[in-house]
């Protein structure tokens, strides 16, 4: 207990120095203990935002023969949640979370759909249906057959992310989802099963957008100019992939910006918006990177509920010319700097011509 100083005075004049003394050391611990205790409080008293967990959508199952874990997975989740995965002992289960295989067979794998409030959502407008047997119209299907129809939102909603289910032709019970796509021998899909696609409408009224002409401080408007020939491609797994730099550790924060977007139509926009500046995106619900590395996307990493494109040159169109060979242009001699390089083995498209040029000769 602590004596007041006053209460020294109290005492015998052979115990009030001690008694003093013992104050000078005691109080201004009593008062640095109050004032920490204060700020316990006052840290209880902020508001956290409340994060929502969900269950993940199952997109596809199957099981392989010699691959570990030897039946497979794949999760999704609706729009304002991410997939998040840990390991759970194999005998204690993963209560709370939802198993999506085993590991070794000593763990599961489980994973839960986080996100903060859930989004405001309506059920999209469908047009009629249009279905289609040539590969240009399905190209996701490798039986060149599908079903498509446009989907629409009410004022101050806009179409969020796709979300593509394999073994399904309807949306199920997903709240406000309506299909926009069915294609039969889905690329996507695990034997080549039939494939739907659905999608909901998110609220963004209290959200200002851009267009892809942009004005200047100078009111010069600046037209920007795709070139007809550029793609966009995934680099890894549709929903399994984010994109990485020179390997699947460069993450640099320098390498790209990242907005705020609810679908992968708008954040591919936005960096349509930004060509040639931008390289590509990285998607999840809500987080939208644009990819200004200036060397592109080299790669991703595995990672559940993320999706990275890459847009340019198709890299299809590219064929290996062999080790130890440079690229030029016109001839041997054309290697104008602003062309640019690659690093060997050297690819090339099909209109630039072929000049193999023996290492010593650089």
Aim: aromatic fraction near 10%; charge should be positive.
């Amino acid at each position: 207990m602590i004596t007041s100083p006053c209460g020294c005075s109290k005492l015998p004049s052979w115990k009030q120095l001690q008694c003093r003394s013992s104050n000078f050391r005691t109080w201004p611990m009593a008062l640095w203990s109050l004032i920490g205790t204060m700020k316990i409080w006052v840290l209880l008293a902020i508001p956290v935002p409340a994060e929502e967990i969900a269950a993940p959508v199952t997109t596809d199952y199957g099981c392989f023969r010699g691959s570990e874990p030897p039946c497979k997975t794949r999760f999704g989740c609706t729009n304002g949640f991410a997939l998040h995965c840990s390991m759970f002992d194999y005998f204690e289960g993963c209560e709370g979370w939802w198993k999506k295989g085993i590991v070794g067979g000593e763990a599961w794998e489980c994973c839960q759909c986080r996100g903060p409030a859930p989004v405001s959502t309506a059920t999209p407008t469908s047009q009629p249906v249009e279905c289609w047997a040539t590969p240009e119209k399905c190209p996701l299907s490798n039986a060149g057959s599908c079903c498509l129809r446009t989907a629409q939102c009410p004022e101050g909603y806009e179409l969020a992310g796709a979300l593509e289910i394999c073994g399904q032709r309807t949306c199920g019970e997903l709240n406000d989802y309506t299909w926009t796509e069915i294609n039969n021998n889905s690329r996507n899909c695990w034997f080549g099963r039939e494939s739907v696609t659905c999608q909901t409408c998110v609220y963004v009224a209290d959200r200002t957008t851009t267009s892809r002409t942009r004005t200047t401080t100078s009111t010069a408007t600046v037209t920007i100019t795709v070139p007809s020939t550029a793609v966009w491609e995934p680099v890894g797994p549709v929903g399994e992939s984010a994109c990485r730099g020179r390997d699947v550790n460069d993450n640099s924060a320098g390498h790209y910006t990242v907005h705020e977007r609810w679908s992968l139509e708008s954040c591919k926009e936005l960096c349509l918006q930004l060509y040639p500046r931008c390289k590509g995106v990285e998607y999840s619900p809500g987080r939208c990177e644009i990819w200004t590395r200036p060397q592109g996307i080299y790669i991703s990493k595995p990672l559940g509920g993320f999706t990275c494109l890459r847009f340019g040159w198709p890299t299809e169109a590219l064929i290996p010319l062999g080790v130890g060979t440079a690229c030029r242009a016109r001839s041997p001699t054309d290697n104008f700097q602003a062309r640019g390089g690659l690093q060997s083995p050297v690819l090339r498209r099909s209109h630039v011509f072929r000049h193999r040029i023996q290492p010593g000769a650089l």
